[in-house]
C-alpha cells in the first residue's frame, strides 16, 4: 500500500496568507496614523549635541513642524541635514502624539591637519575634513603637518595626502595599545621619511617608524611612566629591540 500524502501545502498557504494579512494591517494602520491630524508634529527634540547649536539644527528642521509624524521618513531626515559635515547621522524616532526625536551623532576631530600656509583644519576619526569656521575646547588632538596646498582642502572630504594615511594607519595600531597615547602627541610631522612625533607637557622629540609600531609604543610608554623627559631630548624608536635617548645640538 502506497504512503499517504500529507497535506503540508495548506500549511504553507495558510502561513504565506497570515504574513499577507499581517502587512495588509501593517500597511492600513500607518496609512491611518499618516493622516490622522492627532499626530501632527508640533514640537522637535534634539539630543546627542557636542558642538553644534541645537538651535542650528531646530532651524533646519523647521519644516517638519506641521506634518505627519508617520509621513517624516530617515530618508527625509537624511536628506534635510546631509549638508552639515559635522553631522555623522541622525536618528529619528517619534514621541507620540506630536513630538519628532532626532538623536545626532557628531563628527568630531580626531586630529588637526596643517596646510602648507599654516591653517588648520580639524579631521575626523574617518578622515573627514571638517570645517575651522569654530576652535572647540574639547576638539585638542595632535597637529599633522603636511604640504598639502590649502586650495586642496574641501571640507566633507578626505586629503588626498600619503602622509595622513600613514599617521592613521599608525595610530590605529597605537589606539588598540592605548587609546589615551594620542592626549600626549602635540604635533607630527615628516623629516628625511621618518615620524616624529612632538610630546605635548615637555615638548621633546619622539621618532618613529612605521614598522613594529606596536612593539615600540609599549617600549616607550614604559619608559615614558619611569622617568621624565625634558625639552631637547629625542626618544629614538627607529631601532630593532633597543630604544636611544639623545639630547639633540643646540
Known amino acids: 500500500m502506497g504512503k499517504k500524502r500529507r497535506g503540508t501545502s495548506r500549511y504553507f498557504f495558510a502561513f504565506f496568507g497570515i504574513i499577507i494579512i499581517l502587512i495588509g494591517l501593517y500597511a492600513g494602520l500607518r496609512f491611518v496614523f499618516a493622516h490622522w491630524e492627532l499626530f501632527t508634529v508640533s514640537n522637535i527634540e534634539i539630543?546627542?549635541?557636542?558642538?553644534?547649536?541645537?538651535?542650528?539644527?531646530?532651524?533646519?528642521?523647521?519644516?517638519?513642524?506641521?506634518?505627519?509624524?508617520f509621513s517624516i521618513s530617515q530618508d527625509d531626515i537624511d536628506k534635510r541635514l546631509h549638508n552639515i559635515v559635522r553631522?555623522?547621522?541622525?536618528?529619528?524616532?517619534?514621541?507620540?502624539?506630536?513630538?519628532?526625536?532626532?538623536?545626532?551623532?557628531e563628527r568630531r576631530g580626531k586630529f588637526y591637519i596643517k596646510a602648507?600656509?599654516?591653517?588648520?583644519?580639524?579631521?575626523?576619526?574617518?578622515?573627514?575634513i571638517l570645517d575651522n569656521a569654530n576652535f572647540y575646547l574639547n576638539e585638542t588632538g595632535p597637529i599633522i603637518s603636511t604640504t598639502i596646498p590649502e586650495e586642496q582642502i574641501s571640507i566633507g572630504k578626505t586629503p588626498q595626502d600619503p602622509f595622513v594615511d600613514l599617521v592613521y594607519d599608525i595610530f590605529s595600531t597605537i589606539d588598540n595599545l592605548d587609546?589615551?597615547?594620542?592626549?600626549?602627541?602635540?604635533e607630527i610631522y615628516q623629516k628625511d621619511g621618518d615620524i616624529c612625533l612632538v610630546e605635548n607637557n615637555s615638548?621633546?622629540?619622539v621618532m618613529l617608524e612605521d614598522d613594529n609600531v606596536k612593539e615600540k609604543i609599549r617600549q616607550y610608554l614604559f619608559l615614558s611612566r619611569q622617568r621624565f623627559i625634558d625639552r631637547?631630548?629625542?626618544?629614538?624608536?627607529?631601532?630593532s629591540n633597543q630604544l636611544i635617548i639623545r639630547r639633540e645640538d643646540k
Open 47 to 69: 539630543e546627542g549635541t557636542v558642538n553644534i547649536e541645537e538651535d542650528f539644527i531646530m532651524t533646519m528642521s523647521r519644516e517638519f513642524i506641521g506634518q505627519n509624524l
Open 87 to 105: 553631522i555623522k547621522n541622525a536618528k529619528l524616532s517619534r514621541k507620540l502624539p506630536g513630538t519628532l526625536k532626532l538623536s545626532v551623532t
Open 116 to 128: 602648507d600656509n599654516g591653517s588648520l583644519y580639524p579631521i575626523d576619526e574617518e578622515q573627514i
Open 179 to 186: 587609546n589615551t597615547f594620542i592626549e600626549t602627541i602635540s
Open 203 to 205: 615638548g621633546y622629540r
Open 232 to 239: 631637547g631630548y629625542t626618544v629614538d624608536l627607529r631601532f
